[in-house]
């Protein structure tokens, strides 16, 4: 029971962030990658993930990466479908 309750809610979720979920995950990958930063700035720190200064800078610039090619993503769905994009960029 309680699975069905939870598949339901994903779903609703799932729906609701449709066209924000590659937002929300590059962003989330910018906000971990500089938590790193500020772990490694501050070792001593235990709620703070331990990540070295490159693996830190990866995650931010992954999180860029992901968030270009969200916006592009959308591009071609809104071009395909005859649409216009419905969030910023240039059209």
Not at 13 to 24: A, E, M, N, Q
Not at 42 to 61: C, G, K, R, V, Y
Request: aromatic share 6%.
């Amino acid at each position: 029971m309680g699975n069905i309750i939870i598949g339901k809610l994903l779903r609703f979720v799932g729906r609701r962030l449709d066209g924000y979920k590659t937002t929300i995950g590059g962003v989330g990958m910018i906000l971990s990658g500089l938590a790193g930063l500020i772990g490694y700035m501050f070792p001593d720190q235990p709620d703070l993930p331990h990540m070295d200064i490159e693996q830190a800078l990866l995650t931010i610039s992954g999180g860029f990466a992901v968030l270009g090619l969200g916006g592009k993503a959308e591009k071609v769905k809104a071009a395909v479908s005859g649409n216009t994009p419905t969030r910023g960029g240039d059209h």
